[in-house]
């Protein structure tokens, strides 16, 4: 999935607005055919981090793939574990989605642990330009609704309608 620049590369100061930019650009091109759905994370009310999923062709494909983001601080307490379980009932139980897909880089423990834990499977390893220079192996996942592992976090969805609506599901 596309993400905004990290904040190990980005310029300092440019972050927040690289951050913005990008949530606009894709809010404001937001189709069936193509979309990012980029959900904020909050705890206490303020927004820690973010879980998306990126489609193409959706309507054919139902499928999709996740990415995610937390603030440091708030990385190691199980966060990033249940957004992505609350991210995944969302997708199978109210928007469609027969498959979920994931990536993570190999010098990812945490990223791949979260998908260990939540039940997708592996794929294939692409070889991927990260830096300058720079070869990184990149693990492909799999997520099907027989192996999501939900855990024992209710998850209550609400607003799932307008978004079934903009996603064309529920056109006559
Ligand atoms: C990836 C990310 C969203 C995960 O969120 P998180 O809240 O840190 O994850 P959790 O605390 O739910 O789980 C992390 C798991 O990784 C494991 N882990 C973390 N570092 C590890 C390491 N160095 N070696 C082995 N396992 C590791 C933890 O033990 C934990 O598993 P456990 O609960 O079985 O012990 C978060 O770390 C993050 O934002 N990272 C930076 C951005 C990023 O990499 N995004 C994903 C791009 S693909």
């Known amino acids: 999935m596309a993400r905004p620049r990290s904040d190990e590369d980005a310029p ?8 913005a ?3 606009w650009g894709k809010r404001s091109t937001f189709s069936p055919e193509d979309f990012c759905l980029d959900l904020a994370v909050l705890l206490d009310g303020r927004v820690i981090g973010c879980q998306g999923v990126a489609a193409k062709h959706f309507p054919v494909t139902r499928t999709g793939e996740t990415g995610s983001w937390l603030g440091r601080e708030f ?5 990033g574990t249940a957004m992505r379980r609350a ?9 469609g989605f027969e498959e979920i897909t994931s ?9 791949l642990a979260v998908s260990r834990k939540v039940g997708y499977q592996p794929t294939g390893i692409s ?4 830096r300058e220079g720079e070869l990184a192996l990149n693990q492909g996942l799999v997520l099907t609704p027989d192996d999501f592992v939900r855990g024992d976090v209710a998850v209550e969805v609400t607003g799932a309608a307008p978004v079934r609506s903009f996603l064309g599901l529920d056109a006559a």
Do not use: E, V, W
């Open 12 to 19: 300092a100061g440019q972050l927040s607005r690289n951050t």
């Open 21 to 23: 930019a990008y949530h």
């Open 75 to 79: 990385q190691g307490r199980g966060i």
């Open 87 to 95: 991210m995944c009932a969302l997708l199978f139980d109210h928007l």
């Open 103 to 111: 990536a993570a880089f190999l010098d990812n423990p945490a990223s």
């Open 127 to 130: 070889r991927i330009k990260r």
